[in-house]
């Protein structure tokens, strides 16, 4: 085991390394640049579709989520763990310029999820139970014909779910509830349990209605209890902003318990982390959002584009303004998590509540996320009869990491999640030319209802 451990250490660092970064990056500006710069031309008819309807009641058919609780079930497995302890780290490693680079990332990365939901929806089919079903192992075979690519990648993301979305953030809740309230971590664990396994015995309608009303309470949550210690130092702010500019373009030097870094480390740690926290290229969320019941694959591509906007431009920047402010980037002693809650501390007392209770939503939604994930890249892999004992195992496993146990796996995972970047890029980079004419085709006139049309002719 030792071995397979330092075997991981190497791969790990690939995974998530330059190398990878750059290419997602690439392929991001390649989405860009051929979609027209789409997102950004068309961005007052993207804000007015999304953020705009939020509030419209829609109903979907069985089978099928609302658009709208595809978006939470997508925003569920995202915003966690990465938005509060990842940009810490990332600030803490690399600098307040880090911050930059996270929004950089972000700009990007609403074209290559753009691009990836909207091909999962066009590319989208039944299951046997009837039920949609999609994501890149569904355009990789039906929109290219690489099947073995498709299951390389169902594969990959059938087995990270159990680390990055399931074990790594119950043991984040049961760790966080322990150091605020004492909480016992085997009591935790079985509470997970409970709550689990009521939203997975009822399916995607379940974990869609669920999300739709956790989501958007847990972000409104912490984007108030973050702008409240920002208004309280706001004249910290402005200097805070010029920081965060100038550290992104010159080397920091070494202040207080913070070591100094580069332009380098800095465009690393925030470009890692801003991936890390949106998914954007790793084909994770386009899952969830071809389940939804829409009539043109850009329209609900458009909730992608909202759901960078909101899991990056949004909670990670309130996270990162906070560190800076508060100067808590500087402390050596404390990290991650511990160091975002003593960031929101200096702005009230009782500040660390929101924190953890923030941390604790964000890491159960985004089990309840990764699970339907999973689910499906398995279903892919192993038919529909897998559903149930693949929801038992994931209940399981959220129990273990929540007392800490199979570390090692953990660290297994977290490649895999990694991998499944390479062979959903390999099929962006091939199918930029249908997600350019899907584009092209709603938007000469998007306001028209497209009924009963076969998407599939885009890819021929």
């Known amino acids: 085991m030792k071995t397979v451990i330092e075997i991981n250490k190497v791969l790990n660092k690939i995974i998530w390394g330059t190398p990878t970064q750059i290419l997602l990056l690439g392929v991001g500006i390649l989405l860009m640049i051929t979609s027209g710069f789409v997102v950004f031309r068309k961005a007052k008819y993207i804000w007015a579709n999304t953020f705009g309807k939020i509030f419209e009641r829609v109903k979907a058919d069985e089978g099928y989520l609302t658009p709208f609780q595809a978006v939470s079930t997508a925003l569920a497995a995202t ?192 470009i890692s982390r801003g991936i890390f926290t949106n998914e954007a290229g790793l084909g994770s969320a386009p899952i969830a959002h071809a389940a939804s019941q829409i009539d043109h694959p850009v329209r609900q591509g458009m909730w992608a584009v909202f759901e960078v906007f909101m899991d990056t431009l949004v909670v990670c920047t309130i996270t990162g303004l906070v560190v800076v402010i508060s100067g808590m980037w500087t402390n050596g002693d404390v990290e991650g998590a511990d160091m975002t809650i003593k960031a929101f501390e200096t702005g009230f007392t009782g500040a660390k509540y929101i924190v953890t209770i923030g941390l604790t939503l964000f890491a159960f939604t985004t089990i309840i996320g990764w699970s339907y994930y999973g689910e499906k890249c398995n279903e892919y892999l192993f038919g529909r009869e897998i559903s149930l004992p693949f929801r038992i195992i994931y209940i399981i496993m959220a129990f273990v990491g929540s007392i800490g146990g199979l570390q090692a796996i953990w660290s297994i995972t977290d490649t895999l999640n990694g991998m499944m970047a390479i062979p959903n890029l390999i099929g962006l980079v091939f199918l930029y030319k249908p997600f350019k004419k899907l584009v092209n085709d709603f938007f000469q006139n998007p306001d028209k209802e497209f009924k009963d049309r076969d998407y599939m002719e885009f890819f021929k």
């Open 79 to 270: 915003v966690g763990t990465g938005n509060i302890a990842g940009v810490a780290l990332a600030i803490s490693t690399g600098g307040p310029g880090a911050l930059f680079w996270i929004w950089a990332a972000a700009i990007i990365g609403m074209s290559t999820k753009f691009a990836e939901v909207t091909l999962a929806c066009a590319t989208a089919t039944y299951n046997s139970k009837g039920q949609r079903v999609g994501g890149p192992m569904y355009y990789i075979e039906r929109g290219l014909g690489f099947k073995t690519l498709a299951k390389i990648f169902a594969l990959f993301g059938g087995l990270a779910c159990f680390g990055i979305g399931c074990m790594t953030q119950s043991n984040s809740i049961a760790s966080t509830l322990k150091s605020t309230f004492n909480i016992n971590k085997t009591y935790t664990g079985i509470v997970i349990v409970i709550l689990l396994t009521f939203v997975l015995i009822g399916g995607v309608k379940r974990i869609g209605t669920v999300t739709e009303k956790i989501v958007p309470f847990m972000a409104l949550f912490y984007i108030v209890g973050g702008l409240i210690v920002i208004i309280i130092e706001r004249n910290a702010l402005p200097n805070a902003l010029v920081l965060i500019f100038k550290s992104a373009f010159t080397n920091r030097a070494a202040l207080g318990g913070f070591a100094g870094a580069s332009v380098g480390l800095a465009m690393r740690s925030g």
